[in-house]
Every structure is written in structure tokens, then in C-alpha cells.
T-cell receptor, first 118, second 114 residues
């Protein structure tokens, strides 16, 4: 149980275009979803926290107009990288927390999306 | 400021030997502690967690971790390492009075040599 999927697993796009990454909780409802960015050989950097039906909370230094997050349902959150540039190339990982399962406090991670902007 | 420290960038262990990956934390209130493993170009896999109760926590793939409140540590251990244990290991923590946000260590690369 508690499986999180991401789509696509990898994507190559041209500078100036936008890319949407989907994060789905397959067998549970996720009140909260998190979006992380990971640079090579580095730890995860939290970009934003999104709660279903409300605006995402972005971490300091993360441009909300560039990284659009939508959490439209308890099973789906999307991250759209707008007007992508080569420096946006990275590994993006989402995670989800179970709705109503406060005792778990566990985040379930998706497999990640490798974005390459050319 | 709240933080998680993994003092070793890399740990090298011979196959069959015991392994330890260190983690110390600084969070307000009662800590909730986690270990995750990441294989190349993959997402994170949950290994184990400490919320409350027994200080020794057993998790996936034969790993265990001991919560030590006085030393604010949560070291990951395994009695006998396998080559397949080679991966990147992350320690994470959150305080009991925060939202679901995790504070992450920098990660430790574990290399098991045959």
C-alpha cells in the first residue's frame, strides 16, 4: 500500500517551453503533497508543500510563478515548470502524506522525474 | 534552527561486516525520525521510522536504528552488509508540533565492497 507514482519518469524539453509533472497517490488519499528538487549527489531540497484545495506554500527562494503547483484532488498534484531554462534541469521528486493518518507521519515518495532542458 | 546532520559523506564497508550510518538531529519537541534509501536515478524508499516506544526500531532489508535521546542520535545499522545495500541513505526528522515537513540530512553514500 501507499504507492505514489510520477509521470513522466523523464522528460527533455526545449528552453522556453513548459513542462507538467504529475504526482498521484494510487491507493490512498493524500491531504498533503510535497515537491522536492534534487541536484546531483545532493540532498533533497523542499520546494513547496501543497494541501488539497488550497494554494501551495513555497519555500524561500522558490519562484511560485515559475513552479506552478496544483493540488486539485486528494490523489493528484501537478508541478508545472514554466518557461523552462537549462538551469531548471534536475531530478524532481514528489511525496505524499496519508490523509487522517497523523500517527504515521510518514511521507511516501514517488520515483522521481528527470527533467532535462536543452 | 532545526537540523539533521549526517557527518559522513561516504561509508565504506566490506561485505559481511556490520555497518553504521550516523545521524544526529536537532528539532524542537519530541522528534519523529526516519531513514530513507535512494538507489541511482530512483525515488526514495522508506526504511524505518521512530515515533515513540522502543528505542530500537527494526525496518526493511534487515536494517535497524537506535533512538538515543541523550545523544540526539538515530544511527542506522545492519549486522551484516550486502553489496546490494550500496546506495544513498538519508536521515530525516520532524518535530511533533510541526506540520508534515521533514528536515533532511545531506545523505551518506554507502559502499559495500565484495
Amino acid at each position: 500500500g501507499a504507492v505514489v507514482s510520477q509521470h513522466p519518469s523523464w522528460v527533455i524539453c526545449k528552453s522556453g517551453t513548459s513542462v507538467k509533472i504529475e504526482c498521484r497517490s494510487l491507493d490512498f488519499q493524500a491531504t498533503t503533497m510535497f515537491w522536492y528538487r534534487q541536484f546531483p549527489k545532493q540532498s533533497l531540497m523542499l520546494m513547496a508543500t501543497s494541501n488539497e484545495g488550497s494554494k501551495a506554500t513555497y519555500e524561500q527562494g522558490v519562484e511560485k510563478d515559475k513552479f506552478l503547483i496544483n493540488h486539485a484532488s486528494l490523489t493528484l498534484s501537478t508541478l508545472t515548470v514554466t518557461s523552462a531554462h537549462p538551469e531548471d534541469s534536475s531530478f524532481y521528486i514528489c511525496s505524499a502524506s496519508l490523509a487522517g493518518d497523523r500517527l504515521s507521519y510518514e511521507q511516501y515518495f514517488g520515483p522521481g522525474t528527470r527533467l532535462t532542458v536543452t | 534552527a532545526q537540523s539533521v546532520a549526517q557527518p559522513e559523506d561516504q561509508v565504506n564497508v566490506a561485505e559481511g561486516n556490520p555497518l553504521t550510518v550516523k545521524c544526529t538531529y536537532s528539532v524542537s519537541g519530541n522528534p519523529y525520525l526516519f531513514w530513507y534509501v535512494q538507489y541511482p536515478n530512483r525515488g526514495l524508499q522508506f526504511l524505518l521510522k521512530y515515533i515513540t516506544g522502543d528505542n530500537l526500531v527494526k525496518g526493511s532489508y534487515g536494517f535497524e536504528a537506535e533512538f538515543n535521546k541523550s545523544q540526539t542520535s538515530f544511527h542506522l545499522k545492519k549486522p551484516s552488509a550486502l553489496v546490494s545495500d550500496s546506495a544513498l541513505y538519508f536521515c530525516a526528522a520532524r518535530s511533533g508540533d510541526s506540520n508534515y515537513q521533514l528536515i533532511w540530512g545531506a545523505g551518506t553514500k554507502l559502499i559495500i565492497k565484495p
